[in-house]
């Protein structure tokens, strides 16, 4: 059995009487690329600071490599690398002095890794970070994050106000690290980036944990929808089980729950103007839990 780095146990959070998240449970297996995907305001960020214990939980157990996790240890700080949705950082610095005292927190040799990160992420060192746009904020974040090559990358919206180009690299960064076998946790309301790279996701909405499937299961799922145009909707819906979305005069959409093979026979023995079958993007079988 692979091990599992990272392991929240029941967690509550309560903002004074504001419920951010509760009793959420889920662990993640080492290597997996697991993604935290919910609408804005669902909890995401307050599971993410109680993990990284910035914010106190009213409730519940955070577990790395099986050791519970508290503030005070260093050791297993050193496992993490985190990327905050929000970045605030000591703005009087250059970004030289930021990166060269995130170094200083480590024995290891970072200064070629550093190196290779600041000039894929197109970084100037010599800037202040206080007159850096969030962007680039962001790209600086990306490397401290990644710059000491943790065991697992704790990520908050990371692709949030990079370009396009620089999404690219930071997906390029991510497949990478998923080859070497880091453990991802990759928080994000933005569906499509979840099919790029995630193994498995878990659905959160208003602090709730709705359901955790690997892409393939939610793939899988049986929800193609059929659209005919026919003079003959009701003879035909009668010999099938049908899940009705939309009927418009000679034309209905609806949910296919019988074998295809059925379908395929009972819409021969009729006169059909158009036949369409819809597979839902995963974007929309996703867009189905956050409603
Ligand atoms: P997400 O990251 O998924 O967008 P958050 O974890 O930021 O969601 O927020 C979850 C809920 O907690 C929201 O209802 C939000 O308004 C509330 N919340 C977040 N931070 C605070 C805070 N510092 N004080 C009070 N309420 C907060
Ligand atoms: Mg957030």
């Known amino acids: 059995m692979k091990n599992r780095v990272l392991e929240i146990k029941k967690l509550t959070k309560y903002y004074g009487n504001v419920l951010a998240v509760k009793n959420l449970s889920l662990s993640l297996n080492q290597g997996e690329v697991f993604g935290f995907i919910g609408p804005n305001g669902a909890g995401k960020s307050t599971t993410i600071r109680c993990i990284m214990n910035l914010i106190n939980k ?17 050791s297993l700080k050193k496992l993490i690398g985190y990327l905050p949705s929000e970045i605030h950082l000591y703005d009087d610095l250059t ?20 190196k290779m990160l600041v000039k894929r992420l197109k970084i100037d ?12 904020k962001k790209k600086l ?12 990358l704790i990520l908050d919206e990371p692709t949030s106000g990079l370009d396009p180009i620089m999404q690219n690299v930071f997906f390029e960064l991510i497949k990478e690290e998923k080859e070497k076998g880091t453990t991802i946790f990759y928080s994000t309301h933005i569906l499509s ?4 790279i995630c193994d498995r996701v878990g659905i959160i909405k208003d602090g709730k944990l709705l359901n955790v499937e690997t892409i393939e299961e939610l793939q899988n799922k049986n929800l193609i929808t059929v659209t005919i145009e026919t003079k003959q909707i009701d003879e035909i819906i009668k010999r099938l089980e049908v899940e009705v979305i939309s009927r418009n005069n000679n034309q209905i959409t609806f949910k296919n729950n019988s074998d295809i093979n059925k379908l395929i026979k009972v819409l021969s023995d009729f006169s059909i103007d158009t036949l369409l079958i819809n597979e839902p ?10 409603k």
């Open 58 to 74: 009213n409730d519940g157990e955070i577990l790395i490599n099986g050791t519970a996790f508290d503030k005070d240890n260093i």
């Open 95 to 114: 970004v030289k002095e930021m990166l060269d005292y995130h170094e200083s927190f480590y024995s290891e040799q970072l200064c070629e890794r550093r």
């Open 125 to 136: 060192e010599t800037k202040k970070i206080e007159d850096l746009s969030y962007g680039n």
């Open 141 to 152: 974040g990306i490397v401290l994050a990644f710059m000491h090559e943790p065991d697992l």
């Open 193 to 196: 980036e979840i099919a790029k």
């Open 281 to 290: 993007t995963l974007e929309e079988v996703l867009l189905h839990y956050y």
